[in-house]
């Protein structure tokens, strides 16, 4: 290898520590919604999730879709997690007036330049309004 070329290596490899360093620097390209342990759980009891089974004869009406991203931004942030996520979607849906929530699922991803996550997890759903709820 002549110094050439062991120059353009180094200054590459430089350039790509660079990038990741400074892409830390910046939030998640995604909209997060930060919900602290006490509203995730005053949210868990306002904001229901539903299985369609559980929505047989039950009045209800349909608000729309909505989703949420858990992101590990920085090396340092917790691990992204389905509660995490959960919550925000709960969160959501709480501030559009809807009961409930009937879930998509959720999905885990690595690292995604696009996110600026280093890991994720993305769930989705549909914001229902439920007449009368159940008391189970």
Known sequence: MNLR??????????????????????GP?????????????????????????????????SLGEVGAVSCRNKLWD?????ADAISQMRFKAFTRHANG????????YGTELSKNCWSS????????YVVRPSTE
């Not at 997890?121 to 229902?128: E, G, S, W």
């Open 5 to 26: 070329h062991a120059t353009a290596l180094a200054l590459v490899g430089f350039t790509v520590a660079c990038l990741f360093t400074l892409m830390g620097c910046y």
């Open 29 to 61: 390209f995604v909209t997060e919604v930060h919900v602290d342990k006490t509203s995730a759980q005053t949210l868990e009891n306002e904001v229901r999730i539903y299985k369609p089974a559980d929505l047989t004869g039950v009045d209800y009406s």
């Open 78 to 82: 917790s691990s992204p997690s389905e």
């Open 101 to 108: 929530l009937m879930l998509w699922g959720c999905e885990s």
């Open 121 to 128: 997890v993305t769930c989705r759903a549909t914001m229902i």
